[in-house]
């Protein structure tokens, strides 16, 4: 029993309002960088093994044939690097996502390009795949040692590489995160990379699914292994182009789905000084507009393809809400940001 009142009362959720108030005082890039060290190090010294219990947030789920601890997971952007994940997963995270990585290392957009709308709880970013590249990205996830949950590496294309070649760009980061994968997440949906929603087009998607599909079956062969792919997609799809889409998953064998990336969609923050600055909107506001997506897909795929539900979540009934609508699982970002690791572990205990 006292344990367990310990453990409840965690030092990470006790300090937490006091560490965001003063990371929310700095610019939110250096936050972010803060607080992942502050992370790592805490791993390190061992504090996060003392107060995290590990057993209160297992209830084991089989999706894709991958076992997940429970359906809460991180999505892609938060850990680019992949040299976080034992800290995260010691939170009460099932499952990482990493990313996105693109096969050559790239700094991304010129700073700044991380913004707070603190009244909305939500976020904009124009960070442009900024990342060290695969291979690193594959060593780091070789690093971690604790972490038992499902790792997906979410993959993209180097700016500088043409549409017309983003497949060469795929395949590679493919072939490299293969053999040490949870799932791959192809991303096709972020707003910040010049063209690269273009390859949502039915007929590019059609493509890209047909070319990594093939090389999926040759590296299952060669690893006696089957790592699913995914794919994920934009909020900002309409009715028709989520049925063309589904169509062309469905016959192109794809394993799962993540609906959705942020939106572009700025409605729900036109108040805020900030609404104007490019990139993709995260946090509460998108929440209905990912559901919709969500919930659609879901009616066309019915069933035969599983989908991770991502956006907007920021408490146990929207996470909830996003099992209702066709999700098997979820992710969160945004609200981990504003709300520390205590949410991470309701919604792993809860769902
Ligand atoms: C700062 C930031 C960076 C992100 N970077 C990526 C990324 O590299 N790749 C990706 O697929 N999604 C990225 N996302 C999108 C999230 O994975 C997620 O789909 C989106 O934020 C909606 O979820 P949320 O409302 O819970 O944040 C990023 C989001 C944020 C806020």
Excluded at 101 to 111: H, S, V
Aim: proline residues 6%; glycine residues 10%; neutral net charge.
């Amino acid at each position: 029993m006292e344990r367990r009142r310990f453990h409840d009362l965690s030092v990470f959720d006790a300090i937490y309002p006091i560490m965001k108030a003063g990371l929310f005082r700095l610019d939110p890039e250096k936050a972010h960088h803060l607080s992942m060290s502050c992370l790592r190090t805490a791993e390190k010294l061992g504090l996060l093994a003392l107060t995290c219990p590990v057993d209160e947030w297992v209830a084991p789920v089989e999706i894709m044939g991958l076992k997940f601890p429970n359906r809460i997971g991180l999505a892609a952007g938060l850990d680019k690097e992949g040299n976080t994940i034992d800290a995260l997963g010691r939170l009460g995270f099932g499952s990482i996502e990493i990313g996105t990585i693109t096969p050559r290392p790239q700094g991304g957009n010129p700073k700044p390009r991380l913004f707070r709308l603190v009244p909305h709880e939500a976020i904009i970013n124009r960070m442009g795949f900024n990342n060290p590249g695969i291979e690193e990205g594959v060593r780091n996830v070789l690093r971690s040692k604790t972490f038992d949950g499902v790792i997906g590496f979410n993959i993209g294309k180097n700016k500088d590489t043409p549409n017309e070649d983003a497949a060469s760009d795929y395949l590679a980061c493919l072939r490299a995160a293969y053999p040490v994968a949870g799932y791959i997440a192809v991303n096709l949906s972020s707003p910040n990379t010049p063209g690269l929603r273009d390859l949502q087009g039915a007929e590019a998607s059609a493509r890209l699914l047909e070319t990594l599909k093939k090389e999926q079956e040759k590296l299952a062969e060669e690893h006696g292994r089957r790592v699913p792919l995914l794919f994920k997609v934009a909020p900002d799809l309409d009715a028709a182009h989520i049925r063309d889409l589904s169509d062309v998953f469905l016959n192109g064998g794809l394993d799962g789905l993540i609906a959705t990336n942020t939106t572009l969609d700025r409605s729900a923050v036109a108040d805020h000084p900030k609404a104007t600055e490019a990139g993709g909107l995260s946090g509460p506001p998108v929440f209905e507009k990912s559901n919709e997506v969500l919930e659609a897909f879901a009616s066309h795929l019915a069933g035969r393809i599983p989908i991770i539900g991502v956006g907007g979540v920021s408490n146990l009934d929207q996470a909830r809400e996003k099992l209702r609508r066709g999700a098997s699982l979820v992710q969160i970002y945004t609200s981990f940001i504003y709300q520390g690791p205590s949410l991470v572990r309701d919604l792993a205990r809860c769902l």
